[in-house]
């Protein structure tokens, strides 16, 4: 795995990126080519809370996971078990996908693009999206997989751009913009 690590407000050292490549080769084994993938690694440090965000996107899926303690090598711990349930979890279910529907293209989600700039009570934050024509099934599912609230794809049925999101109820709602 090619692992980029940053750290933001916190001096990352030769100690912590070694712990970190450590518990990261935990995760190689389920990866067929683990050295063409590359890992993303934000450490932030806010009063005495330490945050660790991993992101691994593959050309099947992104796995994102993010965990805080109060020490970062627990974080660092926590993140990865995450990691690795995200994975035999979601492995299980790819494969239960392929196989009802053989030509279910999988690579629907390209890296994405951040511009980060700094604005008090602006928005903060700027991302572009590469969204791929996709089922609501299959967007579902990506959402699941990085694990986020909603999910932006274009909706193959419906021929537009399309929000999938996660109720508060454990139900999903869908937005289309026309």
């Not at 912590?16 to 993938?37: A, C, G, H, Q, V």
């Not at 279910?104 to 700094?118: C, G, I, Q």
């Not at 609501?136 to 999101?165: G, N, P, S």
């Not at 109720?167 to 709602?173: A, E, I, P």
Request: glycine share 2%.
């Amino acid at each position: 795995m090619n692992i980029n690590i940053r750290g933001d407000k916190i001096k990352v050292t030769q100690a912590i990126k070694n712990y970190i490549m450590d518990k990261m080769s935990r995760l190689d084994k389920y990866f067929e080519e683990p050295n063409s993938i590359d890992v993303h690694v934000l450490i932030r440090a806010k009063n005495n809370i330490e945050t660790i965000e991993v992101t691994i996107p593959t050309n099947k899926y992104t796995l994102r996971a993010e965990q805080s303690a109060e020490d970062l090598y627990a974080a660092i711990d926590l993140v990865i078990d995450v990691l690795e349930r995200q994975i035999r979890k979601n492995k299980t279910k790819l494969n239960d996908r392929k196989k009802a529907d053989p030509d279910l293209d999988l690579a629907f989600l390209e890296p994405m693009k951040d511009d980060v700039k700094e604005d008090k009570g602006k928005i903060v934050k700027r991302k572009t999206v590469e969204s791929k024509p996709m089922s609501i099934e299959e967007a579902v599912l990506q959402m699941e997989l990085i694990d986020h609230d909603f999910f932006i794809y274009d909706d193959v049925d419906e021929e537009c751009t399309a929000v999938v999101y996660k109720r508060k109820d454990g139900n999903y709602g869908v937005i289309y913009s026309k």
